[in-house]
């Protein structure tokens, strides 16, 4: 089995590549060729089976390496749980209300000045 780090991955798409730690080789894959049970996400230190397609090398049996692998610091962080995303929506929409209102009362203030 090669290994190799994943180099990008559109998960609109379900398809990305895989760079080859020896050759530098780039390997397209499938969602479909996924053995993990994780999210598939760039710099991703992973173990595959290369084999020739007609549009070129292809990784297939793709399964992520535990211990020690390459990760990039955006696949390190974990995702904000709904609860929290809508908590900090909820604070920023307050947060504008009241810029909004100051605003007002800084135009209405300013028309009764003038």
């Known amino acids: 089995m090669a290994k190799g780090i994943i180099k990008r991955?559109?998960?609109r798409k379900g398809f990305g590549f895989i760079v080859d730690d020896k050759s530098g080789e780039?390997?397209?894959?499938?969602?479909?060729?996924?053995?993990?049970?994780?999210?598939?996400?760039?710099g991703v230190a992973v173990e595959f089976v290369s084999k020739e397609s007609e549009k070129g090398p292809?990784?297939?049996s793709v399964t992520p390496l535990d211990g020690?692998?390459?990760?990039?610091?955006?696949?390190?962080?974990?995702?904000?749980?709904?609860?929290?995303?809508?908590?900090?929506?909820?604070?920023?929409?307050r947060t504008w209300k009241i810029l909004t209102l100051?605003?007002?009362?800084?135009?209405?203030?300013?028309?009764?000045?003038?």
Do not use: C, M, T, Y
Request: proline content about 3%.
């Open 102 to 114: 100051l605003a007002l009362v800084g135009v209405i203030a300013l028309g009764i000045a003038l």
């Open 68 to 93: 020690g692998s390459k990760r990039n610091k955006k696949a390190e962080v974990k995702p904000a749980s709904l609860e929290d995303r809508v908590a900090s929506l909820e604070s920023s929409v």
């Open 26 to 42: 780039d390997f397209f894959f499938h969602k479909s060729a996924w053995q993990g049970n994780g999210p598939i996400r760039q």
């Open 9 to 11: 991955f559109d998960f």
């Open 58 to 60: 292809q990784a297939d």
